[in-house]
Antibody
C-alpha cells in the first residue's frame, strides 16, 4: 500500500526556518517525481515545488523561489522541504504528493499524504 | 497558465447531474486532472488526462475537453460527492490549480 507521511510542521516566527519531511513507503520511491502542495486555511490548493526522481530537475512556484528548497534522499525514501525567511502568508497545510507519469497520458498526482501544518506567527 | 473554474459554488440535490467547467488561459492539450477534496482530508484524484477515470473512482464521474476548455460531470449526485473540486494543469510549470468549486447540498 502506498503511504506518504508528512512530519515536521509547527509554529515558527516570521523570518524563521523550518524543514518538513515526507516519508514514503509501498512503492519504488526512486522511480517517481515528487511534489509539495500547500493549502492556506479556507483557501484553495497551491502547487509549491517539484523534484524529479534523480533530483536532476527541480521547479518552484514564484511565491517560494529563493526561500524554499525541495530535496530528496532516495536511500531513505524521503522527501524534504527546507523553508527559510518564512512569512505569515506561508501558513498552510503542506502536502506531499506522488507524481505519476504515463507515456501518452502525461502526469497526475495520484497519492497524497495527510499533510503537516505550518504556522508562521509571532 | 491560469485556470478558472466555474461556478465557484454549486448547490445541488442528490440525484442531480452537475457539470463544472475549467478554462485554461492557454492551450494545455489534454494535460488536465480533476481532484476531489473533503474537509480535513487530502485531495483525491478523480480524472487525469482530461477524461481518464482513475482506478476505483465511480463511473458517475466523467471528464471531457482539450485545449482550453474542460468539464467534470457527475451524472447522478450521491451524498458522498458533496465536496470541493479542483482542476490542475500538468502541461507546464508551475503546475497550477483552479480556484476550486464547492459543491453543497441544496
Amino acid at each position: 500500500e502506498v503511504q506518504l507521511v508528512e512530519s515536521g510542521g509547527g509554529l515558527v516566527k516570521p523570518g524563521g526556518s523550518l524543514r518538513i519531511s515526507c516519508a514514503a513507503s509501498g512503492f519504488t520511491f526512486m522511480s517517481y517525481s515528487m511534489n509539495w502542495v500547500r493549502q492556506s486555511p479556507g483557501k484553495g490548493l497551491e502547487w509549491v515545488a517539484s523534484i524529479s526522481a534523480s533530483s536532476s530537475y527541480i521547479y518552484y512556484a514564484d511565491s517560494v523561489k529563493g526561500r524554499f528548497t525541495i530535496s530528496r534522499d532516495n536511500a531513505k525514501n524521503s522527501l524534504y522541504l527546507e523553508m527559510t525567511s518564512l512569512r505569515a502568508e506561508d501558513t498552510a497545510e503542506y502536502y506531499c504528493a506522488r507524481d505519476h507519469y504515463l507515456l501518452g497520458s502525461g502526469n497526475w498526482f495520484d497519492y497524497w499524504g495527510q499533510g503537516t501544518q505550518v504556522t508562521v506567527s509571532s | 497558465i491560469q485556470l478558472t473554474q466555474s461556478p465557484s459554488f454549486l448547490s445541488a440535490s442528490v440525484g442531480d447531474r452537475v457539470t463544472i467547467t475549467c478554462r485554461a488561459s492557454q492551450g494545455i492539450s489534454s494535460y488536465l486532472a480533476w481532484y476531489q477534496q473533503k474537509p480535513g482530508k487530502a485531495p483525491k484524484v478523480l480524472i487525469y488526462t482530461a477524461s481518464t477515470l482513475q482506478s476505483g473512482v465511480p463511473s458517475r464521474f466523467s471528464g471531457r475537453g482539450s485545449g482550453t476548455e474542460f468539464t467534470l460531470t457527475i451524472s447522478s449526485l450521491q451524498p458522498e460527492d458533496f465536496a470541493t473540486y479542483y482542476c490542475q494543469q500538468l502541461s507546464s510549470y508551475p503546475r497550477s490549480f483552479g480556484q476550486g468549486t464547492k459543491l453543497e447540498i441544496k
